[in-house]
């Protein structure tokens, strides 16, 4: 398999652009460096691209391995065909190859096995032949043999349909068929027990064509089959297989085709059904992960790229009923400045005694935000919140956080390392506070799959996804660049090229040596040698260092043709520093000769022109305002035709959860989110993003509420 041109051609890109980038991957170039600063030779293509790319060629090198595997396991047996070979370099699945092998690979001790063992292998060709001129039963009693425990003409006949079945099982042209056809299929759903009540009662006598289920059903039907509440088949056109195999095996003979005909019965029911109902099941569970994976990943993506609330005091409050709700203050750039406990809900209801905690801990240190978790008692704390600001006339606003993960990082290693004097419930509070000072820097504390914005994350393969979303933050940080001097290890660890072990080494570095004055001391840090340094340069910034170019995303193997961009444009790279040098890309009027007299490609000179028009970008600044608050409304409060503004907080096949601030996230079904069709809500919505909506229904009793966007557009 040309591997190169497979990708071209799937990916509808330049060949070359396919070559340069396996190259760049195989000389151990990370994703976001590629996408960034190598963009003359992948042709611009973005992280995404190129991770699906990565993806691909991964499992196209696999299958390469394994169609090689088998090549050589026949070979070994002498039983290599030019036929064998040929399907082998056709076949383009690992199941495909599979198919090739199953004649060839060694079996267990089948029923087919032991017919063989006794001699009725050459009545089984006799038959599959079909040139008998007299019934069956007399050629059969030729091989009527009590030594080898074949007593009558009955015993015969069947040691040799067991072994025509293993054949017709065995044969991967049929099995092609019956896996294409079987794919046209109905998912047919029963309930193991009709009286049971549950969420999956919507699926207690359900069925679907295979081609159309979606992904998030096959998910919420293999729960529900897992614990036991659903019983789950693949109902495939029988009728078409056993025309299709007859029509390939029976030629027509008077003393052979019912024989063979129970044969293909035999065959199917025993042998074939079950593995490829097994494959399509399968089939269709990783398509629905891959899918529910990607949707996990665009969610996240936006989640990390919140916009941040800077240089804020924040006050957060992470909420409780028994324990009470815990208390942090922390200034600007996160540092904690205060910590507490308060009982302001029931069972305690020491009201008197928040009020003046809370306002003493305000006006001590000039808190501008307060942060209310949105877990257990979010609701009565929200209240008594507003009641205060109400009373004591603050003039401050307050924001619901997603508190996702937040107990997570409190109870890990990580958390008890900056925090060991507090206790969990301290560091989730404090966890919350840095969260809307800095999404980014706070959340990739977390495993990314306890972040919950995604759907049956859970019953996905738990290694894939983990790699998945590792990508995703990868991404995220290297976009958004981490600032040398303050990163935090956790954040370090996902800048390009360098790994959890180099990240405190770095940590250790800057501990011992103060801040880092340029990107050239990243080559005095242990086991951080030149290709890391290559990797991680262009996305470490350095605000207040010697190299002026150094707080921006301009690679270091570019600074001589910034400079000279620089120079030519009338300015000196002390200029940068501030608000950057917003006039000059409107001084390069034509970017192809100024790009060849910079020796460097176009991608490369716009890019530098953005980083000096604005050094140390921020992609989240262009990223919808996260909503602050002053007043409370609670789900009574709703009306039918009320419009809202709320925060998307979930993106899921079938809709997108809002908060519209009742503590209840109402749901916008796909079919109300705008007025033309889409097939997923990412194609009009993503987590973040502040939207208006209007309320179409209220059930208090179950907490639901609809929602409608394309009524309020």
């Given at each position: 398999m040309?591997?190169i041109k ?5 990916f509808k890109i330049k060949t070359?652009?396919v070559?340069?980038t ?7 170039n990370?994703?976001?460096f590629?996408a960034?600063y ?5 042709g611009?293509l973005d ?5 699906d ?8 090198r696999n ?6 595997q ?10 290599l065909?030019?036929?064998?070979n040929s399907?082998?370099d ?7 190859i599979?198919?090739i ?5 060694p ?9 063989k063992e006794?001699g009725?292998e050459?009545?089984?060709s006799?038959?599959l032949?079909?040139?008998l001129?007299t ?6 009693e030729?091989?009527?043999d ?12 069947s040691g040799?349909m067991d072994?025509i079945?293993?054949?017709i ?14 794919m046209?299929?109905v998912?047919t759903v ?11 009662e ?6 679907e064509p295979?081609?159309?289920?979606p992904g998030?059903?096959?998910l919420a039907?293999?729960?529900g089959?897992k ?7 693949i ?7 056993y ?9 027509g003979?008077?003393?052979?085709d019912?024989?063979?005909?129970s044969?293909?019965d035999d065959?199917?029911?025993?042998l074939i ?5 097994r494959?399509?099941?399968n089939?269709?569970?990783?398509k629905a992960?891959?899918?529910g994976?990607?949707l ?5 993506k936006?989640?990390?790229l919140?916009?941040p609330?800077k240089?804020?005091v924040?006050?957060?409050?992470d909420?409780?009923?028994r ?9 600007g750039?996160?540092n904690?400045l205060?910590?507490?406990v308060?009982?302001?809900?029931p069972?305690h209801?020491k009201i008197e005694?928040a009020?003046k905690i809370?306002?003493?801990l305000?006006?001590k240190?000039g808190?501008e935000?307060?942060a209310?978790?949105?877990?257990t ?13 109400k009373k004591e ?11 996702a ?7 890990s290693?990580?958390g008890s ?23 980014l ?6 495993e990314p799959k ?6 049956y994350q859970?019953?996905m ?8 979303l590792?990508?995703?933050?990868e991404d995220?940080?290297n976009?958004?660049?981490?600032d ?7 954040l370090?660890?996902y800048?390009s090229?360098?790994?959890g072990t ?6 250790a570095?800057r501990?011992?040596h103060?801040?880092?004055?340029t990107?050239k001391?990243l ?11 290559e990797?991680?340069?262009?996305f470490?910034?350095i605000t ?8 921006t ?9 910034a400079r ?11 200029d940068i ?10 001084k390069?009027?034509?970017?192809n ?12 000179l716009?890019d530098?022109?953005k ?11 262009e ?8 007043d409370v ?6 009306k ?13 096949d ?17 079919s109300?989110i705008c007025?033309?069709?889409i ?12 939207v208006?909506v ?7 009793k179950k ?5 409608s966007?394309k009524?309020v557009?």
């Amino acid at each position: 398999m040309d591997i190169i041109k497979v990708l071209a051609e799937e990916f509808k890109i330049k060949t070359t652009q396919v070559e340069n980038t396996v190259a760049l991957i195989d000389e151990g170039n990370t994703i976001p460096f590629i996408a960034r600063y190598r963009k003359e030779m992948t042709g611009s293509l973005d992280d995404t691209v190129l991770r699906d790319l990565f993806d691909r060629l991964c499992y196209l090198r696999n299958l390469d391995e394994k169609r090689e595997q088998v090549r050589n396991l026949i070979n070994e047996q002498e039983m290599l065909t030019d036929e064998i070979n040929s399907a082998l370099d056709n076949a383009k699945t690992i199941a495909e190859i599979e198919d090739i092998y199953r004649p060839y690979r060694p079996k267990r001790r089948t029923r087919a096995a032991i017919a063989k063992e006794k001699g009725l292998e050459p009545l089984a060709s006799t038959i599959l032949l079909q040139l008998l001129d007299t019934p069956v039963e007399k050629e059969a009693e030729k091989y009527i043999d009590p030594e080898k425990d074949v007593n009558t003409v009955e015993e015969a006949v069947s040691g040799a349909m067991d072994i025509i079945a293993e054949i017709i099982s065995d044969n991967a042209e049929y099995r092609a068929i019956i896996r294409n056809l079987s794919m046209s299929g109905v998912v047919t759903v029963k309930a193991v027990d009709k009286e049971a009540e549950s969420v999956y009662e919507m699926y207690y006598d359900y069925s679907e064509p295979v081609k159309k289920i979606p992904g998030h059903r096959i998910l919420a039907i293999n729960r529900g089959e897992k614990e036991k509440m659903l019983s789950v088949k693949i109902e495939p056109p029988i009728e078409a297989i056993y025309g299709k195999l007859e029509s390939k095996i029976i030629k027509g003979n008077r003393y052979t085709d019912d024989i063979l005909k129970s044969a293909i019965d035999d065959s199917y029911k025993r042998l074939i059904s079950p593995a490829i109902e097994r494959e399509i099941r399968n089939e269709l569970t990783e398509k629905a992960e891959e899918a529910g994976i990607k949707l996990f990943g665009e969610n996240l993506k936006q989640l990390l790229l919140q916009p941040p609330i800077k240089d804020k005091v924040v006050l957060a409050l992470d909420p409780g009923f028994r324990t009470g709700c815990k208390v942090a203050v922390v200034d600007g750039i996160g540092n904690v400045l205060d910590t507490g406990v308060i009982y302001p809900v029931p069972p305690h209801n020491k009201i008197e005694q928040a009020e003046k905690i809370i306002s003493g801990l305000i006006k001590k240190h000039g808190v501008e935000i307060i942060a209310i978790g949105n877990g257990t008692a979010s609701r009565e704390t929200e209240l008594f919140v507003v009641t205060l600001m109400k009373k004591e006339k603050l003039d401050i606003s307050y924001i619901i956080v997603n508190e996702a993960g937040a107990s997570v990082y409190s109870a890990s290693k990580l958390g008890s390392q900056e925090f060991p004097d507090f206790d969990v419930a301290l560091r989730s509070a404090v966890s919350l506070g840095r969260r809307i000072q800095d999404p980014l820097a706070e959340l990739v504390k977390i495993e990314p799959k306890s972040i919950g914005v995604g759907q049956y994350q859970h019953d996905m393969n738990q290694k894939r996804l983990g790699e998945a979303l590792g990508g995703v933050v990868e991404d995220c940080v290297n976009s958004v660049g981490a600032d040398l001097n303050t990163a935090s290890p956790s954040l370090l660890s996902y800048v390009s090229g360098i790994n959890g072990t180099i990240a405190k080494n770095v940590l250790a570095y800057r501990e011992e040596h103060g801040k880092f004055k340029t990107r050239k001391e990243l080559l005095n840090v242990s086991k951080l040698g030149p290709k890391a340094y290559e990797q991680c340069a262009g996305f470490l910034r350095i605000t207040d260092g010697t190299e002026p170019l150094d707080s921006t995303g301009v690679h270091p193997e570019s600074y001589s043709a910034a400079r000279k961009l620089i120079e030519i444009c009338g300015y000196t790279p002390d200029d940068i520093k501030g608000a950057g040098l917003k006039g000059i890309g409107s001084k390069v009027k034509d970017k192809n000769k100024m790009a060849d007299e910079l020796e460097i490609g176009v991608p490369t000179l716009i890019d530098i022109i953005k980083e000096l028009e604005k050094p140390g970008r921020d992609p989240r600044e262009e990223m919808p305002k996260p909503i602050l608050k002053s007043d409370v409304l609670s789900i009574e409060d709703l009306k039918e035709g009320m419009v809202l503004k709320g925060t998307v907080r979930n993106v899921i096949d079938f809709g997108v959860f809002v908060d519209i601030g009742v503590h209840q996230d109402g749901l916008v079904h796909i079919s109300q989110i705008c007025n033309k069709y889409i097939k997923h809500p990412l194609e009009a919505v993503s987590v973040g993003d502040i939207v208006d909506v209007k309320v179409l229904a209220v059930d208090t009793k179950k907490h639901r509420i609809s929602l409608s966007m394309k009524e309020v557009n």
